[in-house]
């Protein structure tokens, strides 16, 4: 396959990427790659266990590599024990799938490692997407073993206390390319764009679990 660059966004038409879509609207496309979960924001108070078959038939699905967007956000959403345990559910799909889990953290670094171990689900990979958090956040995450994505807007100090081998990129919904997001990464952080490029995709294909790389 294709290697992909751009680990989240929800723009459909987008090439080496994956796509996050709500498992209602999933309809996959040739040569597209998924993730599918339900968005914290999104009247998760409201899914019912039909819901949640929906998404483990989505999850097996070949073309889907990654659970989510799922997560917890303090500032937005239903209620926090609502959203944990939605964020579980998530979790055991992706545990079950031996898949990785796109997550949305907003001022829950400390809670989102929390319930994956109080459930046991400790070796579900996270990548934390849309990063902009300060570095004591970053260096919890990483310190739970989580990948940190960076968009166009992002933390240059926490950028650049980010290991290589956890750095990924995305989109997510902002209007521009995955070469303009890798290049203000490259500014921040004295690589070359080929660099940022090389490595992010090499990293979404190691956590992603596909392979060979072809950038």
Known sequence: MTSIIDIHTHHLDADRALISVAPQDFNPQPGKWYSVGFHPWHEIDQLTDEDFELLDQCAQHRQVLAIGETGMD???GAELDIQA???VR????AHDLGKPVVTHC?????DILAVRGKAHLDDVPLIIHGMRSNVHVARTLLDGGCFLSFGPRFNSETLNATPLDRLLIETDEAPVTILEVASLV???SHLTTDQVISQASANACRILGVGPVNV
């Open 186 to 188: 490259a500014q921040a």
């Open 85 to 87: 345990a939605v964020f």
């Open 90 to 93: 998530h979790l055991q799909i």
């Open 106 to 110: 907003v001022r829950t670094a400390q």
């Open 74 to 76: 303090r500032t937005r």
